[in-house]
């Protein structure tokens, strides 16, 4: 399948979910095409020291509001003798969260200390102009579950800003799609609601690797791709979520080939699995954090663009642009990869008004 695949959340600060295409936000594209803005695989940052304060997560949601909207910062913090946020808001517990409505554009910062010294985070809000040239902002893309069982459901939920027209499609994996094609793709639903769910059934199929790999009993196998588009007087936004279908076969002996759906599957032993990797959001406003978040079974190693990680895991990033993200997970017998693009939304003044700190 010929896409770069993801879920996703709100665009603020550390927290939420989904990969964006813009022909005037500046978002990265979802589908290649010849216009799809290139991204670079992102450094991995070194371990903090691990007396510090953690920020496990802080984000705004949503990032970006109209004027006299409310939106909420929410944290969580381990390891802080004291921890506030500037401005306005001042001292905070560990745990929580607090309604806000700035008057203009601004820049959130949280600062965690104890005796060993302090970590800061940004959470962003931007306040749109009115009749601003913004396309649509896909806040969040999120698929619950993100792994299904054959025949199984789960609920797609997004949140989108400044769309008249939001409109879901799907495509099978034996299908390669582009930027240009995502339109002519049968229509699940169309709504003007921001804010919506849609319960889907993913189909799957078998990758070639998958055929010729040792499996195990359950084999993980490639799926329909979901794209979510929006629509305003300005321009398109598209945002693509994929759900990983678990395909289960009886094997009567391993190393000996069954019957699977028309086609010939070695029975063996293991074969690793992602079963979850995505960044929490997947569109940021410049300046706030995302946290990438995986687990992984059944690999004897596992890497995130590079670097060696634990099967399960977290990691808060704040890539300056649209960054790439690749998780590998891989044993004796196969290296399965998945990779995610956080999409950074820069401050344009014809969009939103000044921002302060």
């Given at each position: 399948m010929c896409i770069t695949c993801a879920p996703s959340t709100s665009t603020g600060g550390t927290n939420t979910s989904n990969v964006s295409t813009a022909n005037t936000t500046p978002t990265a594209p979802t589908a290649p095409s010849s216009s799809t803005k290139k991204t670079t695989p992102a450094p991995v940052p070194a371990a903090p020291n691990p007396n510090l304060p953690v920020i496990v997560s802080y984000f705004v949601d949503p990032a970006i509001i109209?004027?006299?909207?409310?939106?909420?910062?929410?944290?969580?913090?381990?390891?802080?003798?004291?921890?506030?946020?500037?401005?306005?808001?001042?001292?905070?517990?560990?745990?929580?969260?607090?309604?806000?409505?700035?008057?203009?554009?601004?820049?959130?910062?949280?600062?965690?200390?104890?005796?060993?010294?302090?970590?800061?985070?940004?959470?962003?809000?931007?306040?749109?102009?009115?009749?601003?040239?913004?396309?649509?902002?896909?806040?969040?893309?999120?698929?619950?579950?993100?792994?299904?069982?054959?025949?199984?459901?789960?609920?797609?939920?997004?949140?989108?800003?400044?769309?008249?027209?939001?409109?879901?499609?799907?495509?099978?994996?034996?299908?390669?799609?582009?930027?240009?094609?995502?339109?002519?793709?049968?229509?699940?639903?169309?709504?003007?609601?921001?804010?919506?769910?849609?319960?889907?059934?993913?189909?799957?199929?078998?990758?070639?690797?998958?055929?010729?790999?040792?499996?195990?009993?359950?084999?993980?196998?490639?799926?329909d791709i979901y794209y979510l588009t929006a629509q305003n007087w300005s321009g398109t936004t598209t945002a693509a979520i994929d759900i990983d279908v678990l395909k289960s076969a009886i094997i009567p002996k391993p190393g000996i080939p069954i019957a699977y759906d028309n086609m010939t599957v070695v029975a063996a032993t293991v074969l690793p699995m992602i079963v979850w990797f995505a960044p929490d959001p997947y569109t940021i406003v410049k300046g706030n954090s995302a946290t990438l978040t995986w687990e992984v079974n059944q690999a004897t190693k596992v890497r995130l663009n590079g670097v060696e990680v634990s099967p399960v895991?977290?990691?808060?990033?704040?890539?300056?642009?649209?960054?790439?993200?690749?998780?590998?997970?891989?044993?004796?017998?196969?290296?399965?990869?998945?990779?995610?693009?956080?999409?950074?939304?820069?401050?344009?003044p014809e969009w939103f008004k000044p921002l302060t700190h």
């Open positions: 109209h004027e006299g909207d409310l939106t909420t910062l929410k944290w969580n913090i381990k390891n802080a003798a004291s921890i506030s946020i500037s401005p306005t808001v001042g001292a905070i517990d560990p745990t929580g969260s607090k309604r806000i409505s700035p008057e203009t554009s601004t820049a959130y910062t949280l600062t965690a200390s104890n005796s060993y010294g302090a970590v800061t985070a940004v959470a962003t809000v931007m306040v749109s102009l009115p009749y601003s040239s913004l396309s649509p902002v896909v806040l969040s893309l999120t698929a619950k579950p993100r792994t299904v069982s054959e025949n199984n459901s789960c609920e797609l939920n997004w949140n989108v800003f400044g769309a008249s027209v939001i409109t879901l499609a799907s495509a099978t994996p034996d299908l390669t799609v582009s930027a240009t094609t995502i339109s002519s793709l049968p229509t699940l639903m169309s709504s003007s609601t921001p804010i919506g769910r849609k319960t889907v059934t993913p189909t799957y199929t078998l990758n070639s690797a998958q055929l010729t790999a040792s499996a195990t009993t359950t084999i993980a196998v490639a799926n895991g977290s990691l808060i990033v704040s890539p300056a642009g649209t960054a790439s993200y690749t998780l590998t997970a891989s044993n004796q017998y196969y290296t399965e990869t998945k990779a995610v693009t956080i999409s950074v939304l820069g401050f344009k």
